[in-house]
């Protein structure tokens, strides 16, 4: 499979803080979209970096590609309870398929 | 638009019984996937058309999962007999492009 690979599993932090999930692929790709979801429902897409792009930003995310490293990164800067989720990378050169995702736990 | 639509959005089944699910993509989109959800395994592609052709069925576990897709606008993920290994959340999602999927709501299926 060649599925993003997320990482950590999974992330503690005190709300107003900053949280940063990274992704490794393995293959050439066209874009990569990070996603996330909220329990019990289904994938949101959060934002989509091009192969050619390496840092895009959308209100409170912030994301960075490299691809020569083939790695990407989401920064969700002051982090708020809602934001606890599971957050997923997916490429288009994987077929969208997701990794196991980082688990995001923003405390009050 | 209504979004991807998934049903039933619960089932619980007896063992041995068939199951299924059934999904209404996004108008005018030409890519449709089944993905199924558990703790164990994460979120798997099963299954994703392309113009109602099945291009990659390489997740579909075993025989006893099967999927059509009719017609633009519908698409059945059935399973017989199911498994108490079977039960998951199973997520149909659907793309114009492969840049943006739309997911629904998932199937939580539990099988007894």
């Known amino acids: 499979s060649q599925q993003g690979e997320e990482d950590p599993q999974a992330l503690s932090i005190q709300e107003g803080e900053n949280a940063t999930m990274n992704c490794s692929y393995k293959t050439s790709i066209n874009n990569l979209q990070w996603y996330r979801q909220n329990s019990g429902r289904g994938l949101v897409h959060l934002i989509l970096?091009?192969?050619?792009?390496r840092e895009k930003h959308s209100g409170r995310l912030r994301v960075t590609l490299d691809t020569s490293k083939k790695s990407s990164s989401l920064l969700i800067t002051a982090s708020r309870a809602a934001d606890t989720a599971s957050y997923f990378c997916?490429?288009?050169?994987?077929?969208?398929?997701f990794g196991q995702g980082t688990i995001l736990t923003v405390h009050p | 638009d209504a979004g991807v639509i998934q049903s039933p959005r619960h089932e619980v089944t007896e063992m041995g019984q068939e199951v299924t699910l059934r999904c209404k993509p996004i108008s005018g989109h030409d890519y449709l996937f089944w993905y199924r959800q558990t703790m164990m395994r994460g979120l798997e592609l099963l299954i994703y058309f392309n113009n109602n052709v099945p291009i990659d069925d390489s997740g579909m576990p075993e025989d006893r999962f099967s999927a059509k897709m009719p017609n633009a606008s519908f698409s059945t993920l059935k399973i017989q007999p199911s498994e108490p290994r079977d039960s998951a959340v199973y997520f149909c999602?659907?793309?114009?492009?492969?840049?943006?999927?739309?997911f629904g709501e998932g199937s939580w299926l539990t099988v007894v």
């Open positions: 999602a659907s793309t114009e492009v492969l840049d943006t999927i739309y």
């Open positions: 997916a490429t288009d050169e994987s077929k969208l398929t």
């Open positions: 970096i091009r192969s050619n792009e």
